[in-house]
DNA sequence: GATGGATCGTTGCGCGCGCAACATCCACTC
DNA sequence: GAGTGGATGTTGCGCGCGCAACGATCCATC
């Protein structure tokens, strides 16, 4: 296990602004998600279903196709489908299908959900208070948001395969 | 489904910096991460497979202990478990007993394992590069990752039960 | 030396996700 | 109208992870 001064190099390559920015990525991403998690009361939802109640509260109509539902989730259409399975058993969104296209279908919010996304809201505001807001000045966590959206947005517009 | 006044302004909360921060950050994540491992070649190791091997890699002697990779790794000691049974499958790691602590067990990179590493590294650099740094300023990429630094260490400084 | 609590790593278990394949349906061409 | 390529959502399948429980070991205290 003798460094050759050909492998020092390389491994000093390892040490990259692009490599620590990817691990501060995940980093972060694992830390916070657990963390939000472990805070979740027993009645609140867990954070994927909070995801989906927050984007159809917020969409006018509360209602969004599977699809596009996935896209903003960034996960797959599969996953999503099981995922609705588990929040539409427990009522808070129903699917209807879609007049003008037969294929599709909406993913919508119940009454019930409305109400579980509202209750929920408070708490979990507070916990991203608590564990991000409070970390930076309220000018970094708008730097922080828009670095990030440039990144997101390059990256969906980046070819998958190499080309 | 009628948008009462009082669900108008709670809904409106919803559109808040700290949702959309992590929002971001969570799709920012996925989309990069399922990109890099789309882009993976066969001869390629996993996306967490490189995580361990170059944080090995960085480190003097090569070597870590589980529970501190765990920590590095933002997962739990189980997951570790597991995920170094796959990568020590392959050859390109090793647990070695720990003489001072009968209970502790060293993961280290082996000869072949460095060789990975060394050999991975160009592509997952020039995949970064292309997915991660082209979209930023270089000042740019300094600036998230120690906004994300800052957010991890804030997190993990927090006492994870409410108190 | 003995004892109680804390730490290290592993295991059984269940869950949530992505991939590939599929049936269904749309849009466009001939 | 028949045919073709693409889009939509679901399913079978396998995999990777976290949680809780466990044995082994360390350490502090008596």
Same mark, same amino acid.
């Given at each position: 296990?003798?460094?050759?001064?050909?492998?020092?190099?390389?491994?000093?390559?390892?040490?990259?602004?692009?490599?620590?920015?990817?691990?501060?990525?995940?980093?972060?991403?694992?830390?916070? $998600?657990t963390?939000?998690?472990?805070?979740? #009361?027993?009645?609140?939802?867990?954070?994927?279903w909070?995801?989906?109640?927050?984007r159809?509260?917020?969409?006018?109509?509360h209602?969004?196709?599977?699809t596009?539902?996935? @896209? +903003?989730?960034?996960?797959?259409?599969? #996953?999503?489908?099981?995922?609705?399975? !588990?929040v &539409?058993? *427990?009522?808070?969104?129903?699917? &209807?299908?879609?007049? +003008?296209?037969? !294929?599709?279908?909406?993913?919508?919010l119940?009454?019930? #959900?409305?109400? $579980? $996304?509202?209750? *929920?809201?408070? #708490?979990?505001? *507070?916990?991203?208070? +608590?564990?991000?807001?409070?970390?930076?000045?309220?000018?970094?966590?708008?730097?922080?948001?828009?670095?990030? @959206? !440039?990144v @997101?947005?390059?990256? !969906?517009?980046?070819?998958?395969?190499?080309?």
């Amino acid at each position: 296990m003798a460094v050759t001064p050909e492998s020092a190099v390389a491994l000093a390559a390892l040490d990259d602004p692009r490599v620590e920015a990817f691990g501060m990525l995940v980093e972060t991403h694992n830390e916070l $998600v657990t963390a939000l998690t472990k805070r979740l #009361g027993s009645t609140d939802a867990p954070i994927p279903w909070l995801g989906v109640l927050i984007r159809l509260a917020r969409t006018p109509g509360h209602r969004l196709r599977m699809t596009e539902l996935a @896209r +903003e989730m960034t996960m797959s259409t599969s #996953g999503l489908t099981r995922l609705i399975d !588990r929040v &539409e058993a *427990a009522g808070h969104v129903e699917r &209807e299908r879609c007049p +003008e296209d037969r !294929r599709g279908l909406w993913a919508a919010l119940t009454p019930a #959900g409305l109400d $579980v $996304v509202l209750a *929920a809201a408070p #708490g979990h505001l *507070a916990d991203l208070d +608590e564990l991000l807001a409070s970390a930076l000045d309220p000018d970094d966590l708008v730097t922080l948001t828009d670095l990030l @959206r !440039r990144v @997101r947005d390059h990256v !969906r517009g980046v070819p998958s395969a190499a080309g």
